[in-house]
C-alpha cells in the first residue's frame, strides 16, 4: 500500500469515527466496539491455534489478567484519567503474555488435548484468584472503572488496536518464524530433523497470543465499566474458539469476519419473541453445519484480500 492509500486510509478511518458518533444510538455503537474487542480475542487464538496448531482453550484467563492489570492501573495509579486507558491496556497486555510466558514453560511437552486441559485449568486458576481478592472486589467485581469520554475515542483506539493486532500477526504469519510454525503444523518431526527450534518457537507464539488476548481485556474493561470473575469464565474461552473456527483456523482476516457474525447475530436472536434461549440452540447447529459443510472454516487458512486478488486477476 502507497503513502497516499495510507493517509487516505486514515483519514477516512478517523472520519467514519466522527460520523458514526453522530448518526449510530448508543446499542449499535455498545456493539460495534463488541465486535473490535472480539475480534481482537479471536486473532490472538487463531495465531496459537491456527497457525501454530496448539490447542488451547486459556482465553478466558488472559483476558481477564489484561482487564484487571488495566482497570487497577487505571484507577489506583493514573486517578481514572482515561487518556492513560491505551497505556495501561498495554501493560495489561504485557503482564498477560508474561503468564502466558510461565503457563508455556511446564506446557509445551503436551500436546493436543492434553495442552487444552492445561490451559484451560490456567484460566479457570485466573478466575479463582480474582473470585478470592478482595481488593479487586472478589465475587462482587471491580466496579466505577474509567471508560471512554465518547464513542468516536472508543472507535478510534480499539479499531487502531484491532488493524495492529491484524498487522502484526498477519507479518508475522508470513515472515520465517509464521514458517516455521506452518512447517510444526504439517510435520513437527520432520521440522525438528531440519533444525527448527521446536519448543522455543511454540512458546514464542504462545506469549504473543497472550499479549494481544491480554490486550483485548484491557479494552474490554474500559468498555463495560465494570468486570467481574463471572464474566471469564469457560464460556467466553469456547466463544473465543467458535469464532476462530467460523473464520478458519490460520486465516487471521477471517476471525474479523467471524466476530462481525457471532456478534450481531445473538443480538438478532434475542429480539425473538420465544421462552427459550434461541441462541444456545443455534449456535450448536450453526457449528455442527460448519463442521459437516466446510470444517476448514469460512476461508480456511487463506486471507480474505487474496480472494479479491484472484477476482482482479481473472
Known sequence: MSLKSKIIFLVCFVGLGIALNFFLNSYIQALAISFMINSIMAMSLN????????????????????AYTSAVLTKEVFNDQWYFIPLTALIGACVAAFAGYLVSLPSFKLKGDYLAIVTLGFAEIVRVIFLNWNHVGGPRGYNAIVKWPNFTMAYLFTGAAVLITLYVLYSLKISWFGRNLWALNEDEIAAEVMGTPIAKNKRTAFLISSFFGGLAGGFYAHNMGY??????GFLLSVQVLIITVLGGLGSISGSIIASIILTVLPELLRSLP??????????????????????EGLFGKKEIWTFFKKEGGS
Request: charged content about 10%; aromatic content about 10%.
Open 227 to 232: 468486570i467481574s470473575p463471572g464474566s471469564f
Open 47 to 66: 495465531f496459537i491455534t491456527g497457525v501454530a496448531n496448539q490447542f488451547s482453550l486459556g482465553s478466558a484467563g488472559f483476558v481477564a489478567v489484561g
Open 274 to 295: 420465544t421462552k427459550v434461549d434461541v441462541r444456545m440452540i443455534v449456535f450448536p447447529i450453526l457449528l455442527i453445519l460448519m463442521m459437516i459443510v466446510r470444517p
